[in-house]
């Protein structure tokens, strides 16, 4: 079945700085992905939604010169969580959906801890 | 703008038992998806089942079915001799059959515990 992986599973940065995470599609093309964001024990909000090649749609209240999402190939999109600060710190999780399927497949997820 | 209504914070069941997790959904849509997701303790997001709106079929995937009334905008998951593995949050989500609108929206979710 369709795989997508999320790297790094989880990281610790130090306020202030950038963190990027990265979102591959292993074995099929994906031209959109979504960014999530979940915080303990709570849903799953969409942060932004991903396009190969052209930028990113973001949701309401999502800053996005805060969170740059970069999607520049058909396999792989980034989320860069800029000037990092502690209320940033959260679980953030990618899908995408397989070309032609109804699927959405999601990635394993990355635990960001700011101090 | 859809909403999904989840309104069980917790359920527990007995092993073995049946137990039936609510979702209440809101669009005006009449073409959409709903999902029924897993998310086990490693966090990491399992599709459990799907069902089409114009399907008027309840989907069934081994000892999960769900019981899809579209009038009533419900979609309940329910899951047939629970087994231990099944312990995890549930997480039910909608999503648009319109072609570029194809983002999830989760529901709150329902922690469900299996007794032994």
């Known amino acids: 079945g369709a795989v997508v992986s999320q790297h790094p599973s989880w990281v610790i940065c130090k306020s202030g700085t950038s963190v990027k995470i990265e979102c591959r599609s292993l074995d099929f093309q994906a031209t959109t992905m979504f960014w999530y964001r979940q915080f303990p024990k709570q849903s799953l909000m969409l942060m932004a939604t991903?396009?190969?090649?052209?930028?990113?749609?973001?949701e309401q209240g999502v800053e996005k010169d805060k969170f740059l999402i970069n999607h520049a190939s058909l396999t792989l999109s980034t989320l860069t969580v800029t000037s990092a600060h502690p209320e940033d710190s959260s679980f953030y999780i990618c899908s995408a959906r397989d070309e032609g399927g109804h699927r959405a497949f999601f990635g394993q997820g990355t635990r960001l801890t700011v101090v | 703008a859809q909403t999904v209504t989840q309104s069980q914070p917790e359920m527990s069941v007995q092993e073995a038992e049946t137990v039936t997790l609510s979702c209440t959904y809101d669009?005006?849509?009449?073409?959409?998806?709903l999902f029924w997701y897993k998310q086990p303790p490693s966090r990491q997001m399992i599709l459990v089942i799907r069902q089409e709106a114009y399907k008027q079929q309840n989907a069934t995937e081994n000892r999960f079915s769900v019981n899809f009334q579209k009038a009533a905008k419900s979609f309940s998951l329910k899951i047939s001799d629970s087994q231990l593995g099944d312990a995890a949050m549930y997480f039910c989500?909608?999503?648009?059959?319109?072609?570029?609108?194809?983002?999830?929206?989760f529901g709150t979710g329902t922690r469900l515990t299996i007794i032994p």
């Open positions: 991903s396009n190969e090649g052209s930028k990113a749609t973001y």
């Open positions: 989500a909608y999503r648009s059959a319109d072609f570029g609108n194809e983002k999830l929206t």
């Open positions: 669009t005006s849509e009449s073409d959409y998806y």
